[in-house]
């Protein structure tokens, strides 16, 4: 048991069920052993005369709720058919639920009579019940902890005196009884989304109020914002965020253009899906010596226009991502900054945050600087136009394309050389009518102008990460959010051997990590076009760690 502070000094009224979760911990433990008061108060460091009577009242309390046996006067042990577990409710429709202990031991069945109305996803404390012969081990919910979700999304039928939500999720077999004093303007047959605000124990339905009208089903609009708001994800903004966004002003102060590096009349372009919106990134070149080329990497500046702990900050902190649909961006920052103010749209003035690279005709570095920039794009161009460029060698801008892309593939040539792994997976991407329905589905496939964006992203944040990574003499590190992606285990590379062996396939699971790499890059090469390519790639996929955000910079062993 580990050592614990004092809980006569922590522990009062409010917090009597922490206190009944040490004991059953402390008990569970020990589970085929008896103890007296006084021994469990000194596992858990209880000390005093005010301790010892709060201990003695949470022992009445859990063995009144058969959580402990009183085997004799003043000693306890874990009552195991009453045993209490906290864990996660998974709710079925056709009553089936289960309960996962947050231990991740086997999973229990909770019928609908003792689910207490547990929705799917809520923290609950559950009681185990006494196992019949050949039958699952039952519990029954005893508290709901924490709701995981009060909004469902469903259409509505609104009757005389009443409304139902007929729902659209499959985890809660009950339609919503809504009010009519609650249905904020709704009318029969619209898809809305409703709150539970209560769920009376001796009632079928839990009760309601409608909170948004989405719109008439089947409408595109109305189902994409269904689609989000069943998951708890934005699809409009605040008013009051939008209207802090609209009093920022357009102009950019010639003060703050004083204070960057002006690329103005540096040649820059923007290189993007042919269907994006908002501008983001954008590339310039300029020759600066008969050996050396100048590459900036310029992203917007965001950090000019929201302010630490604003409005805006506050809510785009709260999406913390933008989101892509298939038709449409829901952007973590209001429009008028995302498709305006900070959207790299040529022939405008736009502040930047920049990395400026001197590379010589062999893509090798030889100096970078960090820097604030102002920039005026000379074109945006789509990955199909700059791909074209490529290919033929003609078209407007060409010789700086071109250049660009020499440089893009002599950097991706040293990354897989240096042990990156050759993961190209096709997406499928729809081509939609005017109305946003489908027509038609196709692979996108990575070409050469992908990778020129691709290899220029992938070297400036490297460049971002070894700059902050950096600890001066004497100094402690900056605390920082690096993408990090760990060696594979190597188990895992011992099985997508054995599972590749009966294609004929086999690569080298031993060794350094540019050895292993190029194997796995040769399997990838070799079983393209093959009946078993994609099963193949998938299965080398999963067979990587995967790539998580961590304050400890590990490296990125797959670029």
Not at 70 to 92: A, H
Not at 201 to 217: F, Q, R, S, T
Not at 228 to 233: D, E, I, K, N, T
Not at 234 to 246: C, F, I, N
Request: charged share 30%.
């Amino acid at each position: 048991m580990s050592k614990r502070t004092s809980v006569a000094e922590t522990v009062s009224k409010p917090k009597k069920k922490e206190l009944e979760q040490l004991v059953v911990d402390f008990l569970t433990e020990n589970k085929d052993k008896q103890f007296n008061y006084k021994q469990i108060a000194a596992a858990l460091n209880i000390r005093g005369e005010e301790g010892r009577r709060v201990l003695v009242k949470a022992l009445d309390r859990l063995r009144d709720y058969d959580v402990l046996l009183e085997t004799s006067r003043g000693r306890y042990r874990l009552n195991n058919r009453g045993l209490i577990l906290e864990g996660r409710f998974e709710r079925r429709s056709n009553g089936k639920n289960f309960f996962v202990p947050d231990d991740d031991a086997n999973i229990i069945y909770i019928p609908e009579r003792n689910s207490k109305h547990a929705m799917n996803g809520d923290r609950v404390r559950v009681q185990l019940l006494a196992k019949r012969k050949r039958a699952d081990t039952e519990g029954a919910v005893v508290e709901i902890l924490e709701r995981a979700q009060t909004r469902f999304v469903g259409v509505l039928e609104v009757q005389k005196y009443f409304a139902f939500l007929v729902m659209d999720s499959k985890f809660l077999a009950n339609d919503i009884f809504i009010p009519t004093d609650e249905l904020n303007g709704a009318g029969n047959g619209d898809k809305v989304l409703v709150e539970i605000v209560e769920w009376p124990e001796k009632a079928n339905n839990p009760v309601g109020k409608v909170i948004d009208v989405l719109g008439k089903p089947g409408d595109n609009t109305t189902e994409m914002h269904a689609i989000l708001a069943q998951y708890g994800l934005p699809y409009r903004y605040p008013g009051d965020v939008e209207k802090a966004a609209e009093l920022i002003p357009e102009k950019i102060d010639e003060k703050e253009i004083a204070l960057r590096e002006d690329f103005r009349d540096v040649f820059t372009i923007t290189i993007d899906p042919k269907d994006a919106k908002d501008f983001d990134d954008a590339l310039s070149l300029r020759k600066i010596s008969p050996t050396l080329w100048e590459v900036g990497v310029h992203i917007a500046d965001v950090t000019h226009y929201v302010r630490q702990g604003d409005i805006i900050d506050k809510e785009a902190e709260n999406r913390a991502t933008s989101i892509y649909l298939v038709d449409r961006t829901i952007p973590m920052l209001p429009e008028r900054l995302s498709n305006g103010l900070c959207s790299l749209r040529p022939k405008e003035d736009k502040l930047c945050f920049s990395v400026i690279f001197e590379l010589n005709e062999y893509a090798e570095i030889k100096k970078s600087r960090i820097v604030r920039t102002v920039i005026n794009s000379d074109s945006r161009l789509t990955y199909e136009e700059a791909q074209t460029v490529i290919e033929t060698g003609k078209g407007d801008f060409s010789s700086e394309i071109l250049v660009m892309n020499s440089l893009a593939q002599k950097l991706r040539e040293k990354r897989f050389a240096n042990g990156a792994i050759n993961f190209e997976r096709y997406e499928v991407k729809f081509n939609l009518d005017e109305k946003g329905k489908p027509l038609g589905v196709y692979f996108k496939e990575s070409k050469e102008a992908n990778h020129l964006i691709e290899e220029f992203m992938l070297l400036a944040n490297r460049t971002v990460a070894e700059f902050i990574g950096k600890v001066p003499k004497g100094k402690h590190a900056k605390a920082f959010v690096y993408r990090i992606h760990d060696i594979p285990d190597s188990e895992k590379l011992d099985t997508l051997n054995a599972f590749i062996l009966r294609f004929g396939h086999k690569i080298k699971t031993e060794g350094n990590k540019v050895e292993v790499a190029k194997s796995i890059n040769s399997l990838l090469d070799k079983v393209q076009g093959r009946p078993e390519e994609n099963l193949v790639e998938t299965i080398a996929i999963r067979t990587m760690s995967k790539a998580v955000y961590s304050t400890k910079n590990v490296g990125h062993y797959g670029l």
